[in-house]
Structure formats: structure tokens, C-alpha cells
């Protein structure tokens, strides 16, 4: 796996630590020996909007762009975020999304509707799923806010970068209160079973 690019693709909502966890996973993979190129896209993030972070990682990589199709994994801490982006998943890559579901201003308005049975729905479209609820588990380290570090550590299972990297990286890129929590929780979501 050292000699081809590795895509990885996150997504969620504005302010549920997308774009924390994509920093620490390149920085973890740039901790490994790998060259590393990331990109983000979070318009209106702040108030809720749809974010996503592609990180690449290989010997050489020319761009942080996931070609749709590709990417080994992909983490999502809001379902239909996640059912927003299923393409760009490899057929044979690793879902893992948080049963999280949060409801749009449009939903919320009366405008839009929720998609009904979206864990059906995920099913359908990722061969490899591991649905967990990250913000339960998180709740249950005394902190709904690291489940983002949950779903890290969920899937840090589907990549090869070693343990110490991950440790390392968290440190590294965390806020230093925070360091107990995070690692805690990217530890209990890398217990899950896949």
C-alpha cells in the first residue's frame, strides 16, 4: 500500500470537528513517512452547512483531490452527509458514520423533509458500514463533543498507519486540555468491532 495514494474523505456539519479530525489523521499519516496533501470544503460551515476534508497520503502525491470511486474510507458524523458523498468511496472501502442525524434549516422550516430509513438507505450503498452512534459514546467519556475522535478512531481501522502515529498526531494537533478526552475517545472508537 506504500506505493499507491491512499484517499480518505470526512464529512459533516459545521462544528462538529470535521476539520480537526482531517488534521489529525494527515498528520498522523505525514507522522508515518508518507507525503500528504489535504483540502477542505466548508462553505457556511459555522452555521451548520455541509463540510468536507479529502486527505491523500502516498509516497508521492500531486493532489489532495479524492477522485470520486477511490477513497479507502470514509467518515461521516451525519447520515445523510454521508449518503451526500457515498461516491467517492471505493467499492471495496470502509464506511464508518455516526447515526447522528442533524436536521437542516430547510427541515426544520417545514420546506425539506429528513430522508426516512437512512440507516436502510447506508446500507444500501456501502458494503463496508460500521454505523455506530459517536456522540452516545462520546456522552459516555462525560464529553458529546469528541465524538469526531470516535469516529477517528473507528476509522483509523480501515488504514495502516500505526497506533503510535495516531497517539503522536492527537497530541500533536489537539488543544492540550483536551489531549485525556481525545485519545480516550479515538480509543474507544477503535474498539469497535468492523
Known sequence: MRSKVVGVV??????QGILLAARIAAHAAMLSGFDV?????????QRGGS?????????AVHSPLVPKGTARALGALEQVEALRHYDYLA???LAVVSSHAILPVTVSAGTARYPEKAEEKLRMVF?????????????SLGNVRAANMVLLGALSRGLSLPE????ESLHSCGREGDRDLNWAAFQLGRSIKL
Open 10 to 15: 470526512l464529512v459533516g456539519v459545521g462544528g
Open 37 to 45: 496533501k489535504t483540502n477542505e470544503v466548508h462553505g457556511m460551515a
Open 51 to 59: 463540510v468536507m476534508a479529502q486527505i491523500s497520503y502516498g509516497m
Open 91 to 93: 467499492p471495496d472501502g
Open 127 to 139: 458494503p463496508r458500514l460500521a454505523y455506530l452512534d459517536a456522540a452516545g459514546l462520546a456522552a
Open 164 to 167: 503510535e502515529a495516531w497517539l
